[in-house]
């Protein structure tokens, strides 16, 4: 018998803000590495996760969610970071959540260059009614040319063995490009960084300030401890409150949970301190927000 030949190839994930492309990232590579939360917006870089298998190497390209509703620069910047997700892609994974397809996910749709594979994932499958999803399938392959069509549940792990089976026929015949065990391009100070914001966005609740950004100052490693001094990046003195808390207990919390998800990504113990400064205004400030890390 002679054996199927090697694939490997890139795949986008893209969809309107909190569908649930950063928690499928993470249930297709079978470990944490994008951050998620409950709140749109919370990824605001491309991020790639490399997955492995005996046949196939599939690397997963982890996007901010496009919106089309503000437009301030570091709204723009997330968006320019969507449209760049596009070049040196394979297939394109469309997310989106059951029983919704409206005017964002197709403002998205007109973005998708011509002639790449394009998967519809409709996610959530697990917060809808069975007798929904049926109809909601066959309306939704309406919308577009999707060469697949798969129904997951990225938070209950369902579908996604289908959807990797349907991924692998679309990616070209190629060696692999990242090494077998490798799981993803970013370092690990883009790791930690990530990790403190996504413990902004969930520990903060309503009152999380729009405009976060965390900043590493300081990333050094001895042996197997990494010292990481980092700040945490706000628009005004009230939202800098707001994250210290009453007693420093706020900024405590998020300082100790980013740390212990940095000690199990990394392997190896962290010593962490975290700051938080004002910069007014950043998040409309075209070279505050490159300063940043983004765009
Ligand atoms: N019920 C249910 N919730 C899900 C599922 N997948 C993701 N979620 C939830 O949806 C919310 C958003 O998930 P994220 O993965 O952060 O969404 P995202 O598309 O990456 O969002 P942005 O980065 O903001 O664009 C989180 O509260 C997830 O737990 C799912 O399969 N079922
Ligand atoms: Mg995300």
């Not at 994930?13 to 950063?22: A, C, E, F, Q, T």
């Not at 042996?223 to 808390?245: D, F, Y």
């Not at 919390?253 to 010593?271: H, N, P, Q």
Request: hydrophobic letters at 40%; proline letters at 4%; a positive charge.
């Amino acid at each position: 018998m002679i054996p199927e030949p090697f694939r490997c190839g890139a795949i986008a994930l893209i969809g309107r803000p909190n569908v649930g492309k950063s928690t499928l990232l993470n249930a297709l590579l079978g470990q944490k590495l994008s951050i998620t939360s409950r709140k749109p917006q919370t990824t605001r870089h491309c991020l790639r996760g490399v997955r492995t298998t005996a046949t196939a190497q599939f690397i997963f390209v982890d996007t901010p969610g496009f919106q089309t509703r503000h437009g301030n620069a570091l709204n723009r910047a997330m968006n320019r970071v969507v449209r760049g997700a596009f070049d040196e892609i394979d297939v394109v994974l469309l997310v989106v959540e059951v029983e919704r397809f409206g005017a964002e996910d197709r403002a998205l749709l007109k973005l998708v260059p011509a002639g790449l594979p394009l998967v519809l994932v409709v996610n959530k499958i697990d917060s809808s009614e069975s007798g929904r999803l049926l109809p909601f399938l066959e309306k939704a392959a309406k919308e577009a040319e999707f060469a697949e069509i798969v129904p997951v549940s990225a938070r209950r792990r369902k579908g996604l063995d289908e959807l990797m089976r349907a991924l692998e026929r679309y990616l070209p015949e190629r060696p692999a490009v990242h090494g077998e065990d490798d799981l993803t391009d970013r370092n690990e100070r883009f790791l930690a960084a990530e990790l403190i914001r996504e413990k902004l966005f969930r520990l903060l609740g309503e009152e999380l300030p729009y405009g976060c950004a965390v900043e590493i100052e300081k990333f050094e490693e001895e042996r197997r401890l990494r010292r990481i001094h980092a700040s945490i990046v706000v628009e005004k003195e009230g939202h800098k409150a707001i994250i210290i808390g009453s007693g420093g207990g706020k900024l405590k919390s998020i300082a100790t949970a980013a740390r212990l998800d940095m000690e199990k990504l990394f392997g190896g113990k962290v010593y962490l301190e975290v700051w938080v400064k004002v910069r007014r205004g950043w998040t409309d400030d075209e070279a505050s927000v490159k300063r940043l890390g983004y765009g």
